[in-house]
């Protein structure tokens, strides 16, 4: 029961706690009939000192035993894991108690006599619930474990091949041409090839060619002498010389005006700049990262961009892997990027969804690592707009009158729960109907109220 277990893969889906043996004999051969795996315990004291936070199931204990009874039983559960799904076995006179352990976190009760659909239904869902819970902290916990220095987040075999390369480049000290799709962390592979290379007391200097206007880039770039045109007041030294004895990072290089190509290309062939307006030229030491979102090594996506200043910049090339392509990492990316937005608003991470685990998986992500991470400051803000996925396909299927006043109902209580942010009383006033009303509904639609909060 313990976490070492769970990490070792036991599977523990069910603890179940009642004093009388046939009552337990019973209940334990009607949940591993539909599927579940059952620990029996005869006291709350003996569940207690089997378990800890890493328990992966649900409990479910009666109410009226000797010892610990199962009220005390749930506060108990309560210190060692807040989050562990409890369900009360309650007789008629303990519902009213029962209802009140559940405003202070039980999952539900159920009243006996009950059939064994109620009771499979109601373990199924905090089954469900609790695996929820554990790989929500699974994926914060590694999220948080991340290393610091390797923003390049992700477990999958190409990553770890991906930042095995850059390491290996980044010692050798040559130029490098990184390609990838817009979002997809070129600038990011950048950098680490910077901190992991012996420049790295040096400056790590980026410019975007793609930002920049045709007529100010060659002065961004090589810097200018005073007077060198209208408007040069004084000297500027330029990215290039300011990046010397680091390294200059060019992004969308494949934006670059043919003129200023030319002057690269001397750049990099002799390893010196003549700023605009200047005679003399300026020894430098540097090492270049190119990044482009094309091909530039496919004349037909090249255009109008040097084939030799390609060749030159491609001494090394780097792919980076398009989000897409490595969806086993998605989870823990947007894990990582919702803690650090949550940090940042002052807020605690909300949970990742069942749904919201579907959308990651599925959407195609042409944005890449920089759309994952806005979407998870949107998710930290509660603005993602997460469609409603269904276990069900029931909108293709057609349904008795009955069934659609079932789930109309449904869907006003979930509405009235999400706008009281769970709180019960205002959602039965919102409701107009009895709060043993709404809890009978609550079990019927399998609706937890915790889940709004």
Known sequence: MSRSDAEAGERIDVAFVDDDAEVRRANVQTLELAGLDVRPFETGAQLVAAIDAGFPGAVVTDVRMPGMDGFQLFRRLREIDADIPVILITGHGDIDMAVEAMHKGAYDFIAKPYSADRLVQSVQRAVEK????????????????????VPLIGQTPVMERLRQTL??????????????????GKEVAAELLHRWSRRREGRFVALNCGALPENVIESELFGHEAGAFTGALKKRIGHVEYSSGGTLFLD????????????????LEKREVVPLGGNESRQLDLRVIAAA?????????????REDLYFRLNVVSVTIPPLRERRDDIPL???HFL?????????EPPDVTPALREFLSTHPWPGNVRELAHAAERHALGLLDVPAWR?????????????????YEAELIRKALKESKGNAKAAIDALGIPRKTFYDKLQRHGLVRSDFV
């Open 339 to 347: 803690n650090r937005a949550a940090a940042r608003f002052g807020i």
């Open 391 to 407: 276990d069900e396909a029931e909108s293709d299927e057609k349904f008795s009158l009955p069934r659609q006043m079932e789930l």
């Open 167 to 184: 390491r290996q480049i980044a010692i050798a000290d040559v130029d490098v041409l990184v390609n990838g799709e817009t979002g997809s």
């Open 333 to 335: 990316l947007f894990v």
């Open 293 to 305: 979102k094309i091909d530039l090594g496919d004349p037909a996506v090249r255009g109008d961009f």
């Open 130 to 149: 609790r695996r929820l819970v554990l790989e929500n902290r699974r994926l914060r916990d590694a999220a948080a474990h991340a290393q610091e220095d």
């Open 252 to 267: 969308e290089i494949e934006s670059m005006p043919l003129a200023a190509q030319a002057k690269l290309l001397r750049v």
